[in-house]
């Protein structure tokens, strides 16, 4: 079965650090891959993607992943965090016409 | 700004009274999707539908039923509500064959208080 594994639940940084959130996943064959991120009292974002190609994707607001098949991750990257960050963070995972596999999210908190 | 609406938001619900959860979305998107998200947990998918008329149980087991008379409609249904099913409610919709590039809009979410 498929599953998604964000090991980090919290993360508390302060501004101007840099951000590296982990993401690994279950599944030998081809995925899609995504990232979302869901602001206080707002609905789920897509932050970016990968499907193909290039396996460093950057999303909006200055973030970045990198899919790496060999470790089955798909980590988030940012290379200095604003207070704006602050949200969950949700990796998911999709194999073929399956639907969306969502790992348990990690909150991240910058503090200003 | 998502093109995929729930409503309500918030809903605070007695014991046993039916409640319906709407959701609808203005993309044309033939697929449809209904999660369960608690704190601290992965969303779990508890129902999906390929198009009109379509339905399929997800991967969490629910209680709730799902309908699809129209594209652009997909309502959850809880007939007699319990405690247990207080907990945030997303509706998702994505594009049939692209959609595995182009990801899933999300709602707002209901968040369910049944007391």
């Known amino acids: 079965a498929q599953s998604v594994s964000q090991h980090n639940h919290h993360v508390i940084l302060s501004e101007a650090a840099s951000l590296e959130l982990g993401c690994n996943y279950s599944y030998g064959g081809t995925v899609n891959l995504f990232w979302y991120v869901q602001y206080p009292g707002q609905h789920l974002q897509l932050l970016l993607k990968y499907f193909s190609g290039d396996p460093l994707v950057k999303g909006i607001k200055g973030f970045e992943a990198e899919f790496i098949k060999s470790k089955f991750s798909f980590n988030l990257r940012k290379p200095s965090v604003q207070w704006s960050d602050t949200a969950e963070y949700f990796c998911?995972?999709?194999?073929?016409?399956?639907?969306?596999?969502f790992g348990t999210g990690t909150r991240l908190t910058v503090i200003p | 700004e998502a093109d995929i609406y729930q409503t309500p938001r918030y809903l605070v619900i007695g014991t046993g009274k039916k409640i319906t959860l709407e959701c609808s979305q203005t993309?044309?998107?033939?697929?449809m999707y209904w999660y369960q998200q608690d704190p601290g947990m992965e969303l779990h998918l508890i129902h999906y539908s390929y198009g009109v008329n379509s339905t399929e149980k997800g991967d969490l087991s629910s209680e709730s039923t799902v309908s699809r008379i129209r594209t652009e409609h997909f309502p959850l249904t809880l007939e007699s509500a319990r405690p247990s099913h207080t907990s945030q409610y997303l509706c998702?919709?994505?594009?049939?064959?692209?959609?595995?590039?182009?990801?899933?809009?999300f709602g707002s979410g209901t968040r369910l208080t049944v007391v």
């Open positions: 998911a995972v999709r194999s073929g016409a399956n639907n969306l596999f």
């Open positions: 998702a919709s994505s594009e049939i064959g692209g959609g595995a590039n182009y990801g899933y809009t």
């Open positions: 993309m044309g998107h033939d697929k």
